[in-house]
């Protein structure tokens, strides 16, 4: 199977081969994720908030928790657990993201690097929150689908 999520889905996509990673050791058999899409997800909250636009802080810190409380977000970010996570990815994400900055999407990309693995990665110079281009669409989802095949399929 497969995780595919976008914004704070891109966010449980990063999170999900770390989960499955821990399922699997608790039941002594093979993780069930084969691969995971992360479209312009959060992985370190902490990161995304000092990098959130003042006006929007408030309103994220009552969905994800306070910059005040540096334990709370590190506990919650994948970025901290990515020596657990054991599945292909794919990152995709629009250079110019007013939500969740671009710099979610390189962390994810080095720490899986520095861990051996080679995330594919899809960047847009030209998009920003999600891909509204079609021309840009066309290409991520049909790499979408020869990364699933490559992974997943058969």
Do not use: W
């Amino acid at each position: 199977i497969a995780s595919f999520g976008g914004s704070y889905g891109g966010f449980m996509s990063a999170a999900m081969p770390i989960e499955d990673t821990r399922q699997a050791k608790e039941r002594n058999s093979p993780p069930l994720l084969g691969a995971s899409v992360n479209v312009v997800g959060i992985v370190n909250f902490a990161t995304f908030l000092q990098q959130t636009k003042d006006y929007r802080r408030k309103l994220r810190e009552a969905e994800y928790g306070p910059l005040s409380d540096p334990e709370f977000l590190a506990e919650v970010s994948p970025i901290h657990y990515i020596d657990e996570h054991n599945c292909p990815m794919l990152i995709g994400h629009g250079l110019n993201d007013p939500r969740v900055p671009v710099g979610e999407a390189m962390q994810l990309a080095v720490g899986l690097q520095k861990r051996g693995l080679d995330p594919e990665l899809l960047f847009f110079p030209d998009e920003g929150h999600g891909f509204a281009k079609l021309d840009n669409r066309l290409l991520f989802y049909r790499r979408v689908v020869k990364f699933l095949d490559e992974t997943i399929g058969n």
